[in-house]
């Protein structure tokens, strides 16, 4: 499969490793957006959100549970925020599944 970040989880493409386990890795995104972000990503492709269901939310639930596991070892005790951008109305622009995890700084914009 010719997937971008399947073949950085291989190790066929370099990244910057923060995290790893059987289920997920963590790197660093090449266009941070704050001076921490990283992107974590299950190591079984799934396009995106979209794709997640009862066989598979293993791996979303293993990423939740790195996350503030990363949030720690990154220095984010402020706080961070944790997004995934699914489908073309979102702007996904990488067809693995992601989570961004973005801090360091205070961040812009007010949800919900
Ligand atoms: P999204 O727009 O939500 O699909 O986010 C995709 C992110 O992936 C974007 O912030 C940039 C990042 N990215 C794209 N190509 C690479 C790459 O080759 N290496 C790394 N580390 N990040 C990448």
Known sequence: MDC?????????????KVYENEYVYAFRDIAPQAPVHVLIVPKMHLSSADEIN?????????IFEAVPEIAKAEGLAEGYRVITNCGKHACQSVSHLHFHV???????????
């Open 54 to 62: 009862g066989e598979n939310s293993v791996y979303v639930a293993k």
């Open 102 to 112: 973005l801090g360091g700084k205070q961040l812009e914009g007010q949800m919900g």
């Open 4 to 16: 971008l970040f399947c073949k950085i989880i291989a190790g066929e493409i370099p990244s910057s």
